[in-house]
């Protein structure tokens, strides 16, 4: 935890995802003191912030991706997400982290299913990708196919193909 000069607890206000020409992820940490108003930065690795962060936190970035969200979608996603970060003992929410399967099993995709996730508009191809994945691994598939897909988009939107 930062400490300020005047003695106080500096808070984390913020986390902004930096990506550099040589392919390295840097986090740039906001922090302010509640007392005499000092703000100030840190650049560190990403997922290195050791004793920065004094809170969950989603960087600026995945935050721009929530908000980009359906309204009827983002606080369910959020939830899960927040759930999965507790679980795996961390604290900041990233643009990888959202992502990520939930599992943190690695699942393929069958080309097709892929060149179908294109497909799906852009607010909600991320949601529907871990829930993909997530339902795969429920299952125990470490596959996901065309069969999958209109599966779970019939449970959610009653849109799947009739058999």
């Not at 960087?59 to 969200?69: N, S, V």
């Not at 069969?147 to 779970?152: D, G, K, R, T, Y």
């Amino acid at each position: 935890m930062l400490t300020c000069g005047c003695g106080r607890w500096m808070h984390t206000e913020g986390i902004e995802e930096r990506a550099y020409d040589d392919g390295a992820l840097q986090w740039f940490i906001r922090s302010e003191c509640g007392g005499c108003g000092l703000k100030v930065g840190v650049d560190v690795p990403a997922g290195q912030m050791s004793g920065l962060v004094d809170r969950m936190m989603w960087t600026d970035e995945a935050l721009h991706r929530l908000e980009r969200m359906p309204p009827y979608l983002a606080p369910f996603f959020r939830e899960e997400v927040e759930r999965d970060i507790r679980a795996r003992g961390e604290c900041v929410v990233s643009y990888e982290t959202l992502l990520r399967p939930r599992t943190g099993e690695p699942i393929a995709w069958e080309p097709e299913a892929e060149r179908r996730l294109d497909n799906v508009p852009a607010p909600v191809r991320a949601m529907a990708k871990i829930e993909l994945q997530r339902t795969a691994a429920e299952r125990g598939i470490n596959r996901i196919t065309v069969a999958l897909m209109e599966e779970v988009k019939a449970r959610y939107f009653g849109m799947g193909t009739k058999s």
